[in-house]
């Protein structure tokens, strides 16, 4: 009997597969009909799969193999983030632990992931499967801001190479941050009940937070609530990096070392979820809510003020004899204030801004077992976005009154996505995965003004430029993946990965008009000190790129392993900027010193690098514990073909040394991180070089049953160092004004901090 259902399966997967490249091509050639023509067809072919086997055949099993990651990814879970998650509030530092990412400096809360010299909106990134869309000129509030670190229970990582499934309006990479699934009773137990509950503190900026969880549970029901709340005075760096000056008009001074503008108060994240369950189905829905006080910017010229973000999300996941069922609804609303904090001049009126967005997304997914060894994944997204950002009169008089400043009215972002992809096992050694996704974006703006339409050399003539221009656009964006995995030992991979990915600009970069420099200045979504100009005609990003990554290891991963990706990217239309050459913009053409004005242009980009992580373990026994030694490296180069410059805020070679020692619950760890000199700089925004550096870091922890105690010391040696991706120092004086701060002052790394973290879980 088990022979025949054998061969049985092996006919049914050679006919499946037959059928699969068939569907494959027709759905590539027939869009979204051949999508529907799919899914009718697969489950007629679905069918036969069951009558030969149950569907636990397919279900992913839980073990070390490497193959339980998804394909092209990194993943990042429990216990290699607990200790970092329980002392920070900016979850997006827990990133630092993937080798192939690496942060824009921003807020105390909110920096910006880079993978492979791609940031910000060229990276899709995903809470809880709901993609956060930011709503400031200046991305202030960034998507993991809203997730607490606390909360995080997995994070995975897609770079470069990334399975339609999972891609979508994006270039460099996917970025998937999850908190833990809901908990259900089990067993014999009638109910389940537990929590969590944590504190930190940092000495270097006097920085302190706590987090609570708590869950209850029947075996189909689940209720948990999640707070968490922090805040961080400013911090200091390892020496004066400035003269002592106040920042604000008749306000002290702020000391040589201290950063001004960099902390936050007030970071307050609620939320509650409720979870069922029956028979192979989960349905979840959270509502939740992130306000923030305030939130300092020492790269931009302006800081947070107030945030209120509320969410509700709703999950859906289905086991059925055909396969699985993914589905996703969620809305966002987010209200946003700028001004100037208590470190920069307020000119005696202030400058408040405001914008206010609402997102309104949803998701359908089906995972089609068609055989024990090929999965077709076939799904459909939508995205609308609307944002309103608007500035109120300063004063009743003078170039800044009457009227409010609208510098984005009623901008609008469509997005309507299909896609389909096939992941097949041929042989033990190789698996395979093809991707095709189509995507229609629109986006649209209405009609501006300024703070005085009287005066057109300062506001009139722009707005009636922006007011006569076409501002509808409709973009129809293609992408392709194709990943293989050849395993030929069980110490040994390849994974050689082509894609082609698109994305179209946001809001911040078509609709922003005015050239006036104030203006300009406020739209700067990368932290350069400069202004920024929009462009109507921008067209989207089209990016190409191959990968190649090789892994050796031992079989059990214990012991040693190697892993090492090569990559190179060329895009098509990438969104670079270029001296600003509308007559009412203020000339700096040859300037090659201080802030200038610009606007942004497609030209044509490419970057290539390379991802080294390697560890082994020098000693163990059971009673001094194990001994390891880790290493990661990487390098990336990033050129505008188009004009011969270095892409901006490029990370230049950095490499991390690491010695974990472990036994029974106590684990430490010293660490040396090197970066070389940023000396690939962009000369059209007169990027500011940074010397290289290295630092020591010491890291203890036990963890008892219940109960964890984490204490660390960062930058031991109390070295300076300027962040190579932190940007241009703007956090204070008078930074409304382009050059009336002065130019070439990069924003340092933080000095020597004595960090502790406490959780009990009960």
Not at 200 to 213: E, P
Not at 716 to 729: E, I, Q, S, T
Request: proline share 4%; with cysteine; aromatic share 10%.
């Amino acid at each position: 009997m088990n022979s025949l259902k054998s061969s049985s399966r092996t006919s049914s997967r050679v006919h499946c597969k037959q059928r699969c490249l068939a569907l494959w091509f027709l759905g590539a050639s027939k869009g979204a009909c051949g999508v529907t023509l799919f899914l009718i067809t697969s489950s007629t072919f679905a069918a036969e799969v069951v009558q030969l086997q149950p569907i636990n055949v397919y279900a992913q099993q839980e073990s070390d193999d490497s193959t339980d990651v998804p394909l092209g990814a990194t993943t990042l879970e429990s216990p290699n983030l607990e200790s970092e998650r329980n002392k920070t509030g900016d979850s997006a530092r827990l990133l630092l632990e993937s080798p192939t990412v690496s942060l824009y400096g921003n807020g105390g809360i909110s920096s910006l992931p880079v993978i492979h010299g791609l940031a910000d909106d060229r990276l899709r990134i995903q809470v809880d499967g709901a993609e956060f869309t930011t709503a400031c000129p200046n991305h202030m509030n960034s998507p993991l801001s809203y997730m607490d670190p606390a909360k995080v229970g997995k994070i995975t990582v897609f770079a470069g190479v990334t399975p339609v499934s999972v891609g979508g309006d994006s270039i460099g990479g996917t970025i998937q941050v999850d908190s833990p699934p809901p908990q259900f009773a089990t067993g014999e137990e009638s109910y389940l009940a537990k929590g969590q509950l944590g504190s930190f503190y940092r000495s270097n900026g006097d920085a302190f937070g706590y987090h609570f969880r708590g869950n209850v549970a029947g075996r189909w029901l689940s209720l948990s609530y999640n707070e968490s709340r922090s805040q961080s005075d400013n911090y200091v760096a390892g020496r004066s990096f400035k003269p002592v000056s106040s920042g604000r008009e008749g306000a002290l001074a702020l000391p040589g070392n201290e950063v001004g503008s960099s902390g936050y108060e007030g970071a307050l994240d609620r939320s509650v979820t409720i979870a069922a369950q029956h028979a192979g189905h989960v349905l979840q829905l959270e509502l939740g809510q992130q306000t923030v006080d305030f939130e300092g910017f020492p790269s931009q010229r302006m800081d947070m003020t107030a945030n209120d973000n509320r969410v509700a999300l709703m999950r859906y996941q289905g086991q059925f004899a055909w396969g699985e069922l993914l589905g996703r609804a969620s809305y966002q609303i987010t209200e946003h204030q700028m001004d100037m904090g208590p470190d920069r001049y307020s000119y005696g009126t202030g400058m408040p801004m405001h914008t206010k967005a609402k997102t309104r997304a949803a998701m359908l997914q089906s995972n089609v077992y068609i055989s024990e060894t090929d999965t077709v994944r076939v799904g459909a997204e939508y995205q609308y976005y609307t944002l309103f950002d608007w500035w109120d009169p300063v004063g009743m008089s003078g170039s800044m009154a009457p009227n409010t400043f609208w510098n984005i009215d009623y901008g609008q972002r469509s997005k309507f996505d299909t896609f389909v992809e096939w992941e097949a096992s041929w042989h033990h050694s190789w698996v395979t995965q093809l991707g095709v996704r189509h995507e229609t974006v629109l986006s649209d703006a209405g009609p501006v003004q300024g703070y005085d339409n009287s005066f057109d050399d300062v506001w009139a003539a722009d707005a009636a430029r922006f007011n006569a221009s076409p501002r509808q656009r409709t973009d129809q964006n293609w992408d392709a993946t194709a990943l293989v995995r050849y395993s030929p030992k069980t110490q040994l991979e390849y994974t050689l990965g082509f894609a082609r990915k698109s994305r179209s600009p946001n809001l911040y970069q078509r609709y922003p008009w005015a050239t006036n420099s104030m203006a300009a200045l406020m739209n700067n979504l990368v932290g350069d000190g400069n202004g920024y100009v929009g462009n109507v005609h921008l067209n989207p990003e089209v990016a190409s790129t191959i990968s190649l990554t090789g892994s050796w290891h031992d079989a059990a991963r214990g012991h040693w392993e190697l892993v090492a990706t090569s990559y190179y990217t060329y895009v098509h239309d990438f969104i670079d900027a270029k001296r600003c050459d509308i007559s009412t913009c203020a000339s700096s053409a040859g300037s090659t010193q201080g802030f200038v004005i610009l606007q942004f242009v497609n030209q044509t980009a490419q970057l290539h690098g390379i991802d080294l992580t390697a560890k082994l373990q020098l000693a163990k026994s059971a009673r001094f514990g194990s001994l390891t030694g880790a290493t990661a490296l990487s390098y990336v180069r990033g050129r505008n073909v188009s004009t011969g410059d270095d892409l901006y805020n490029i990370m230049p070679a950095n490499a991390r040394l690491t010695l974990l020692h472990a036994v029974g619950g106590w684990n430490s760890a010293a660490e040396i991180t090197a970066v070389a000199n940023k000396s690939h700089v962009s000369q059209v925004r007169n990027e500011i070089p940074t010397p290289g550096f290295w630092l020591l870091n010491l890291r203890g922890g036990y963890k008892w049953a219940h109960a964890r105690v984490d204490v660390s010391i960062e930058n031991v040696l109390n070295r300076f160092y300027f962040a190579p991706l932190g940007g241009a120092y703007v956090g204070q004086g008078p930074s409304m004004t382009t050059n009336g701060i002065p130019w070439g002052v990069a924003v340092p790394g933080r000095g020597r901090s004595l960090d502790l973290a406490f959780n009990y879980e009960f």
